[in-house]
């Protein structure tokens, strides 16, 4: 033979690449028919039987047994099947066995050849089939090199890489050090499999918990999503399946052990657990915590949401940067817009005055009107007359009026506002302040804007949260957990 000791070859090959060694067999076998044809002819049925015992190979040359040969290749005469078989007859196949080392030195090195893009091909065969189930999995490495600002790690059997927006900001390795990364994709390609790993992805955070908290692992608690500014601020979702489970407290652990591991793996990236609600405007109260939230407008045919907290709070619920309030719509999946208390009386002070501008339109009707939707004499402008007539009980007839009027007055607004000079949009200002501090000393009942700002007061000191356009009451307490 020309290998020697084949089986031994073949079982450390299969040892250290990983590679079945069936795979390895059939490719000895392909090689070996591949060298023979090149000796014998391209027409030659080679058949090779390899002994997985003792490591025997036996090549053989089948050839049919003709009157006369038409191709020497594939076929012998009756006289020289005599040779091989007296028995054999016209028309039958007589397998003869020939040895490996009449193929010469050629097609022995053509048969090596083989084997070795055979083997490359089964290898990077055998990491991508390794490493395609290990995709949304935590893995672990060793820094081997870098590479244009990438790492490269070491997984064993395989190479993956840490490209640079994969990396956590501020983070340092050298080489050698062990690393942690989430794998993000398994790539075939034709150099091999190609691995991309990640330590800024929300599922890294994600995995880092289920490998932390046992709830989780067991299914007892759900982590329902996750966001992040890597290296900065996280937020993550989780609900329990178990009444007598709390999943917040569980990934936090005793003394906050649990969390504080993933903390570490992070880099001190700080890590919001929250609680997780069918409730959109509760879950939504919770992931802005610790703000205090005093009440939700939701449109859920924008699926946005805004969002009315105390004042004292805004700067909170908002976070650095705009941080808290951005991963909260992140984690949500619901666009946010935070506005303090004030700025909302002020907001809804002017849409009353606004839509009290109308003929017709008295304080009774405004606030029907607002509780509806309509906020100002452009939400008027933009509806159409079916709906509005609907809200106020009038005709289609008279609701088109009130919109053309709306139109009217805006264009009017408009006008004067292009008009005015620079002094008398002083003068307007100055005195629209001196008119808000006359309502704010006023008594109740003579401040129209307290109406309908007085529940937000209300809440301060009730129970109670309110989903405004048709949404539900929930506790305060439960909303800001």
């Known amino acids: 033979m020309f290998i020697t000791d084949i089986k031994r070859v073949i079982d450390q090959v299969s ?18 028919v591949s060298a023979a044809r090149k000796k014998i002819g391209p027409r030659a049925d080679i058949e090779v039987h390899y002994d997985g015992k003792s490591g025997d190979v036996e090549v053989f040359h089948f050839k049919e047994v003709v009157a006369e ?15 091989y078989d007296p028995e054999c007859e016209i028309g039958d196949s007589l397998g003869i066995r020939i040895d490996t080392e009449e193929f010469g030195r050629i097609a022995a090195q053509s048969a090596k050849q083989v084997i070795i893009q055979k083997m490359r091909e089964a290898e990077r065969n055998a990491v991508y089939e390794n490493f395609i189930h290990k995709k949304g999995k935590i893995i672990n490495g060793i820094v081997q090199r870098f590479d244009r600002g990438s790492i490269i790690i070491n997984l064993g059997q395989a190479e993956a890489v840490l490209r640079p927006r994969e990396q956590m900001p501020k983070e340092n390795y050298k080489r050698g050090d062990r690393i942690r990364a989430y794998v993000l994709d398994v790539l075939e390609e034709s150099k091999g499999a190609q691995i991309i790993l990640s330590r800024t992805h929300p599922e890294f955070l994600m995995e880092l918990f289920k490998t932390e908290v046992p709830e989780v692992a067991e299914g007892i608690v759900i982590l329902q999503g996750a966001a992040r500014v890597p290296g900065v601020r996280a937020k993550i979702a ?33 890590i919001d ?9 509760r879950f939504v109260c919770n992931a802005l915590s610790p703000a205090e939230i005093s009440r939700v407008i939701i449109d859920e045919d924008n699926q946005s949401m805004e969002v009315i907290v105390n004042d004292e709070y805004l700067s909170i619920a908002i976070g650095k940067g705009g941080q808290n309030v951005s991963l909260a719509c992140e ?13 909302y009386s002020r907001e809804v002070k002017q849409g009353y005055d606004s839509l009290m501008r109308l003929d017709d339109v008295g304080l009774p009707m405004a606030e029907i009107l607002f509780k509806a939707g309509y906020a100002s004499l452009l939400d008027i402008s933009e509806t159409s007359a079916e709906e509005l007539a609907s809200v106020m009980g009038i005709s289609e007839e008279a609701a088109q009026d009130t919109i053309a009027q709306a139109d009217r007055r805006l264009m009017e607004e408009e006008q004067a506002a292009s008009e005015a000079t620079p002094d008398q949009k002083d003068f307007a200002k100055d005195e629209a302040a001196f008119q808000e501090a006359v309502q704010e000393d ?24 309110r989903k405004q356009n048709g949404a539900d009451e929930m506790d305060d307490e439960d909303a800001t957990s």
């Open 69 to 83: 040969v038409e191709f020497p290749d594939s076929e012998l005469t009756l006289e020289q099947g005599y040779e």
């Open 238 to 270: 989780v609900s329990s399946t178990d009444s007598d489970v709390d999943p917040v407290g569980a990934c936090v652990g005793m003394k906050g052990n649990r969390v504080q591991n993933i903390v570490q793996e992070l880099r001190g990236e700080k």
């Open 442 to 465: 006023a008594a109740p009942d003579e401040a129209l804007s307290e109406e309908p700002v007085q529940e937000a007061e209300n809440q301060k000191s009730g129970d109670g949260l």
């Open 273 to 281: 657990i929250v609680q997780w609600s069918p409730d959109v405007a």
């Open 15 to 32: 040892r250290e690449k990983g590679i079945d060694s069936e795979i390895l067999i059939n490719t000895l076998k392909e090689a070996i």
């Open 331 to 343: 984690i949500t999946g619901w666009h946010l817009e935070v506005t303090s208390e004030e700025d």
